[in-house]
């Protein structure tokens, strides 16, 4: 049975995006978009209830052929259109880092190594499970999110003649491609799923063919193109460092004994800046912020549960074999410093897709910096972050996308008091929000972990404080946008009022009378991703002893120091974040008390900002008497300090110290 869901896991995505390639009919193409969802939604939700313990799987033959000389054939294959892609730009650097992986890994593979074989092909425990449910349930989501999205995208643009067809192709394709590579346990299968999602993503920025989409698109080939040739030159070290292919099996990398811990070292360091890349850690953030000119689907996948993910995924994956080095240090601090600037630099951004966007490397760097803490609060922390950021962030984007489709604009200044003229979506979005920065939800919860786990590493518990102190300036500033305005209604009675106010009309949303006129693709997904993000974090104790403890119980016997015991409530000794949650509720229940308490026949406040002067009558006008005794119109604003701490003012200073970081990582492994 579960060999059976593996398959499905990869090969119904690939088999799905050529029906979509293949098929003109919209209708058509969106029912195989949305059934491939349920099968993948099925199939991960049963392989979760059907594996006990670790899986080791390694398939031998598909439609009669080999699977390893299949795999091998398609990386090259792969290459080499890349290649031809790559002179087709007329970029010298695309070629060269293609150059450089295509003649090593031939190389490798004709001489070095000639038709290795590494088992278990497939090492499936909770960690890839966890990935997996991310990947297919809210990668399906997204993709459900594209079939309307990607009509409307197009009625913009005034196409002549549709894309979709190319669009969902890379779209689903990139779902297997990514359950492939989180089940991979050989290396070599691992690097070439690896380099599909970079091809998948490429061709995915590049969709539009405007002249800056090709150039950020061009700009993620070559940065994840780094990453790759790193990856390659693990492999043949690896290989050359030990003699044996026996550390070509990930579990044998990460379990191996202190007599190869020098060999593997450098490996080690290479395939984290691999994970780097692809987790477009500082210096390589440009490519994920310039992956922005992409669709929303794009965004949400890329950001949620792909592509980045990857990214982490390898570096967390990875975190036992290099327990207790210098390297596990670098990787902290490496981690913290990308969390605290990219930070940084969302508190000066207006845009909001490129806030999303910085947002997302700074919690992919504090899951980097929880992996080379490596304790296992920090572990903990990790996983938690991967699953809750997943949610939280695909939401966001597609509530961005939502928004921007209707208002024309992602300017989060122009979402000022959008609570008013678009309610149900206003409350999903402010929902994302809360979720990313208040207890009990799942985010913050794993940050205050992740900052009492750092306690070891002063500069990294720095660094980490101050970077969760301006997610909450950024999130909080964008949350008050939308319910600020200069004249925004309270809640006005509708049978609702009070605390479930929110909840209540988002699933009124579905219902004909509704001001929420969005179909059912773009609703379900938004609902869907919104209740999810709450159940969870209230289900958070369940969520860890189902999901995130076992992953613990993989690791070697005696890798960590202390033992990890766990308390009546369940929960870990390295848990006390989670105590917020009972805490929480009860505050909940006084907060509701408190409403019905104070509820009164006729309930409605409208408010003017006080522009310390005299204000217009009539408080509806927002205006108020200047310095020439007339009255002037006022817009509020937010203030960005661009000109100070803005993307081009500190961007280069933060690469370069990032750059130097990696110099003493790689300075101190090789020495």
């Given amino acids: 049975m579960v060999d059976i869901l593996i398959g499905i896991s990869i090969l119904v995505p690939c088999i799905a995006g050529m029906l979509c390639f293949l098929t003109e009919k919209t209708r058509v193409r969106a029912a195989i978009i949305v059934t491939t969802g349920i099968i993948l939604t099925i199939s991960s939700l049963m392989l979760f209830q059907n594996l006990h313990g670790p899986y080791l799987y390694t398939p031998e033959t598909l439609l009669g052929l080999n699977v390893n000389s299949l795999i091998t054939f398609a990386d090259f294959a792969l290459l080499f259109i890349i290649l031809g892609i790559a002179f087709k730009l007329g970029n010298p650097l695309v070629i060269l880092l293609t150059l450089l992986q295509i003649v090593p890994l031939a190389y490798f593979e004709l001489k070095m190594a ?33 079939i309307r999205y990607m009509e409307e995208h197009e ?4 196409l002549k003649k549709t894309r979709q067809p190319r669009f969902f192709f890379f779209l689903v394709l990139f779902l297997g491609a990514m359950n492939g590579l ?14 599909v999602t970079t091809f998948c993503s490429f061709m995915l920025i590049g969709h539009d063919k405007t002249e800056i989409a090709i150039r950020n698109a061009t700009r993620a080939l070559w940065m994840n193109m780094l990453g790759g040739v790193a990856f ?4 043949i070290l690896i290989y050359h460092n030990t003699q044996s292919t026996e550390y070509l099996s990930l579990q044998a990398l990460i379990n191996h004994g202190p007599g190869v811990m020098k060999a593997l070292m450098l490996p080690f360091a290479l395939l984290c800046f691999a994970g780097f890349t692809k987790a477009a850690q500082v210096p390589f953030q440009s490519w994920l912020c310039g992956a922005m000119v992409a669709p929303t689907p794009v965004s949400a996948l890329l950001h949620s549960s792909t592509m980045v993910k990857a990214g982490v995924y390898i570096v967390v994956r990875m975190a036992p074999g290099y327990q207790g080095t210098f390297l596990s240090t670098m990787v902290a601090t490496f981690g913290a410093f990308t969390f605290l600037t990219a930070s940084a630099l969302a508190v000066n951004m207006s845009n909001g897709k490129k806030i999303l966007a910085y947002s997302t490397i700074a919690n992919l760097g504090l899951i980097i910096a929880c992996a080379g803490i490596n ?11 991967i699953i809750f950021h997943a949610i939280s962030k695909g939401l966001l984007f597609l509530c961005v996308g939502t928004i921007e489709h209707a208002i024309g604009s992602r300017d989060i200044e122009d979402m000022r008091g959008l609570y008013n003229t678009m309610p149900a979506v206003s409350r999903i979005t402010i929902i994302g929000i809360l979720t990313m920065m208040l207890p009990p939800f799942g985010a913050l919860m794993s940050k205050w972990m992740a900052i009492e786990a750092a306690a070891s590493l002063p500069w990294v518990v720095v660094m980490v404080a101050l970077g969760s102190g301006l997610t909450v300036l950024f999130w909080a500033r964008w949350a008050g946008i939308f319910v600020s305005g200069p004249h925004l209604k309270a809640f006005e009675k509708d049978g609702n009022e009070g605390f479930f106010a929110p909840f209540v009309t988002m699933f009124k949303g579905f219902y004909a009378k509704s001001k929420w006129k969005d179909p059912a693709s773009i609703k379900v997904p938004l609902v869907t991703l919104a209740v999810a993000a709450i159940v969870l974090s209230l289900g958070v104790p369940w969520l860890y002893t189902s999901l995130v403890d076992p992953v613990l119980a993989s690791y070697k016997p005696g890798l960590f120091v202390e033992p990890f015991k766990t308390n009546p409530m369940g929960l870990t000794s390295g848990a006390g974040a989670f105590y917020v949650l009972p805490v929480f509720l009860v505050s909940i229940i006084a907060y509701i008390a408190a409403v019905v308490a104070a509820k009164t026949k006729d309930h409605k406040v409208i408010s003017a900002p006080y522009m310390c002067g ?46 130097i970081i990696l110099i003493v990582l790689f300075g101190e492994v090789i020495r």
């Fill in 155 to 158: 009625h913009h643009l005034h």
């Fill in 375 to 385: 304790t296992p609060a920090a572990i903990i922390a990790a996983v938690l972050l």
């Fill in 114 to 146: 000639p038709h290795v074989e590494v088992t278990p092909a497939f090492y499936i425990d909770n960690l890839a499970i966890i990935m997996n449910l991310i990947i297919s349930i809210i990668g399906s989501l997204i993709c459900i999110f594209g």
């Fill in 614 to 659: 005299e204000q217009y009558p009539d408080i509806t006008q927002p205006k108020f008497r200047s310095h020439l005794n007339s009255w002037k119109e006022y817009v509020p604003a937010n203030i960005y300090m661009q000109h100070i701490l803005g993307e081009a003012k500190i961007s280069y200073w933060i690469n370069i110290i990032a750059l």
């Fill in 182 to 195: 989180v089940f991979s346990n050989n290396l070599l299968w691992l690097y070439f799923f690896w380099e």
């Fill in 232 to 235: 390659v030159a693990a492999i």
